[in-house]
């Protein structure tokens, strides 16, 4: 069964960085394109990076580009997204998602961007 | 970007009754493979979303065959035959041809 779990949200002031991590299991990670896609409270949703098997490929969401990096260590079946000058719209749950077009999901993590 | 615009923004049905919910693309999502990347998802109260058709009209594994996606070009559609209690929520259509993928605002089901 396929398993992905995020960690790593919480509450950062305006300017601030996080990281946030997916653990991957059920599957075969290095061998899948992977994904973060974002849900701002009570709106919709938006991909926000996306990543190729070997890491060597990467797309952005113009909104976050320059600041927010993604990355995967296969080896450690995890995925990882680098979040940097951090502002109040980036609030919102990210979810960790296979694929490059995504069909499975984590349950998400909460970043809260708040002074 | 392609903007995504679903319709209706929300859809009262009576139990056992049929549901349809339109999706439309501002440009053409025809793949330079060929494909057609028109993807729809179920987000249940509290849950994360799961994809339930995928490239206009394949099921996803476990999905039940009262849910079937048609469409072409810029024009798309996810009909539920009979709703199930277990159907309500918000259903969103996304565009995976063109970078970056976008989705429709949402069409929120829910029983009369």
């Known amino acids: 069964e396929v398993h992905l779990v995020e960690s790593g949200g919480g509450l950062v002031q305006p300017g601030g960085s996080l990281r946030l991590s997916c653990v991957a299991s059920?599957?075969?990670?290095?061998?899948?394109?992977m994904s973060w896609v974002r849900q701002a409270p009570g709106k919709g949703l938006e991909c926000v990076a996306n990543?190729?098997?070997?890491?060597?490929?990467?797309y952005y969401v113009d909104s976050v580009k320059g600041r927010f990096t993604i990355s995967r260590d296969n080896a450690k079946n995890s995925l990882y997204l680098q979040m940097n000058s951090l502002r109040a719209e980036d609030t919102a749950v990210y979810y960790c998602a296979r694929q490059l077009r995504p069909d499975f999901w984590g349950q998400g993590t909460l970043v809260t961007v708040s002074s | 970007d392609v903007v995504m615009t679903q319709s209706p923004l929300s859809l009262p049905v009576t139990l056992g009754q049929p549901a349809s919910i339109s999706c439309r693309s501002s440009q053409s999502l025809v793949h330079s493979d060929g494909n057609t990347y028109l993807n729809w998802f179920h987000q249940g109260p509290g849950q994360s979303p799961r994809r339930l058709i995928y490239?206009?009209?394949n099921r996803d594994s476990g999905v039940p065959d009262r849910f079937s996606g048609s469409g072409s070009g810029t024009d798309f559609t996810l009909k539920i035959s009979r709703v199930e209690a277990e159907d309500v929520g918000v259903y969103y259509c996304m565009q995976a041809t063109h970078w970056p993928f976008t989705f429709g605002h949402g069409t929120r089901l829910e029983i009369k």
């Open positions: 490239t206009v009209s």
């Open positions: 990543i190729r098997q070997d890491g060597d490929e990467k």
């Open positions: 059920g599957f075969t990670f290095r061998s899948y394109w």
